[in-house]
């Protein structure tokens, strides 16, 4: 259910978009598209992502949840301070935190993609200094228009290495499995927030160099760099009354 994309890509549309997407194939078209980000359906706040990402309680139901955790720790809130300005997050590994049985830095910053409406763009630094550069589409909200922006995310890249396009990340067994229920997930993108809904994933293997390269490549294309608003590290942590009976203390976790 993966494809490699690389010189080549202009040559074999067809091939690739009947492998882009295995699960879901909403948009039937050849033609690479800008991505672009869906208007009127259910976003966060950059104020409540931001709140949550403290430990604080989110003023709009539904952006945190205690079940996925996005209170970051120091080290964390360093990377996410540096993301923010420069349109991509750098990850020692997946960012797992044992502790917490999930990576809040994941969580937080594909939450405050999805509030501003751009792909979300990870760099995970490998020991071996291969490292892996991560674009989630799923912040755009747009799952019909999926498949030709990721094929457009693999063309201005065309040179810099092979595009891994691996798609949404559900499994044929999901609720997704029907064609019925494929057409409800344009709805899910619409109305849920975005830790319960699927990635769609393009990555790239590099050098850690190029990785970085490419990673900054991608966010000005995208646009995914933004002059942080919000509290920095730098400024300190807000005070934080841990919450009634969380395992984790606070809200937002």
């Known amino acids: 259910n993966k494809i490699m994309v690389g010189a080549s890509l202009a040559s074999q549309p067809a091939v690739i978009l009947a492998c882009l997407s295995p699960i879901v194939r909403c948009a039937v078209t050849t033609t690479a598209s800008f991505p672009m980000a869906a208007k009127h359906v259910w976003r966060p706040t950059l104020d409540d992502v931001e709140r949550i990402s403290w430990g604080r309680s989110a003023k709009r139901k539904g952006t945190g949840s205690r079940g996925v955790p996005h209170r970051l720790n120091d080290a964390e809130r360093r990377l996410y301070d540096l993301a923010r300005r420069k349109g991509f997050v750098e990850i020692d590994g997946s960012g797992w935190r044992r502790e917490r049985s999930d990576s809040p830095l994941v969580n937080t910053y ?11 763009l990870y760099v995970h630094k490998a020991r071996d200094g291969i490292d892996e550069v991560v674009l989630d589409l799923s912040p755009l909200r747009t799952p019909d228009q999926f498949e030709p922006a990721g094929i457009y995310c693999a063309e201005v890249t065309i040179g810099m290495g092979d595009c891994n396009v691996e ?12 064609e019925e229920e494929q057409q409800n997930l344009i709805s899910e993108f619409e109305t849920r927030p975005i830790y319960q809904l699927p990635q769609y994933i393009l990555s790239w293997l ?3 160099a190029d990785a970085k390269a490419l990673a900054k490549h991608l966010g000005e294309y995208l646009n995914t760099a933004h002059v942080a608003k919000g509290r920095t590290k730098s400024k300190g942590a807000p005070h934080v009354k841990p919450g009634k009976a969380r395992r984790h203390g606070g809200f937002g976790i």
């Open 110 to 120: 594909r939450s405050w993609c999805d509030a501003r409406g751009v792909p979300a």
């Open 206 to 208: 590099r050098p850690r």
């Open 167 to 178: 798609g949404l990340q559900v499994l044929p067994s999901s609720r997704y499995a029907t």
